[in-house]
T-cell receptor, first 118, second 109 residues
Framework: NAGVMQNPRHLVRRRGQEARLRCSPM?????VYWYRQLPEEGLKFMVY????????ESGMPKERFSAEFPKEGPSILRIQQVVRGDSAAYFC????????????????FGEGSWLTVV | AQRVTQPEKLLSVFKGAPVELKCNYS??????LFWYVQYSRQRLQLLLR??SRESIKGFTADLNKGETSFHLKKPFAQEEDSAMYYC???????????FGQGTTLQVKP
């Protein structure tokens, strides 16, 4: 099992461009979470998705950010018209079912995608 | 409000010294608490969870509901323990994790 795979690992975008970050969950996992780690700050929850459904997007900025997890293919975090403040590490995590800690369920993290906006 | 607080941004100790990374939480209900470790620019790895009461790499953490704390401890720090440590709270059945700000542990030779 290759683990949670994120790509690209590093992405540089100019202000106003679009950034697309991809996350392939671990095999057999149908729950995906996205977190953002801003410089000098901790991780902040952004969105929780199951296949074809957004379950909780309470941490997503209201504009320019969107996420999807289609029936086939990876989960995508899309940032339109990027600004310098979007520069951060974006971590994806997956689990086989909801509820970390319950019945041994564990959330596994990817290695992150580092977005730099210039 | 659900919140996790790690008051120390940086903790620097010498090899062989005891380590305690502090974590306090605010949560109404029965919390599920975890410690994650992140080595330099790598993925977060689950270090331990309070429900299993296990010891990983010599680290332990006890949930103190009276003090709403879940401090991470190790009696003798090793240089390879140098990393960022995050305390996290699982807030609901969705598995959404609320993280503290993180503490960088620096173990000097």
């Amino acid at each position: 099992n290759a683990g949670v795979m994120q790509n690209p690992r590093h992405l540089v975008r100019r202000r106003g461009q679009e950034a697309r970050l991809r996350c392939s969950p671990m095999k057999g996992h149908s729950h995906v979470y996205w977190y953002r780690q801003l410089p000098e700050e901790g991780l902040k929850f952004m969105v929780y998705l199951q296949k074809e459904n957004i379950i909780d997007e309470s941490g997503m900025p209201k504009e320019r950010f969107s996420a999807e997890f289609p029936k086939e293919g990876p989960s995508i975090l899309r940032i339109q018209q990027v600004v310098r403040g979007d520069s951060a590490a974006y971590f994806c995590a997956s689990s086989p079912r909801s509820g970390q800690g319950k019945s041994g369920n564990t959330i596994y993290f990817g290695e992150g995608s580092w977005l730099t906006v210039v | 409000a659900q919140r996790v607080t790690q008051p120390e941004k940086l903790l620097s100790v010498f090899k062989g010294a005891p380590v305690e990374l502090k974590c306090n939480y605010s949560y109404s209900g029965s919390p599920e608490l975890f410690w994650y470790v992140q080595y330099s620019r790598q993925r977060l790895q689950l270090l331990l969870r309070h429900i299993s009461r296990e010891s990983i790499k010599g680290f332990t953490a006890d949930l103190n509901k009276g003090e709403t704390s879940f401090h991470l401890k190790k009696p003798f720090a090793q240089e390879e323990d140098s990393a960022m440590y995050y305390c996290a709270l699982s807030s609901s059945n969705t598995g959404k994790l609320i993280f503290g700000q993180g503490t960088t542990l620096q173990v000097k030779p």
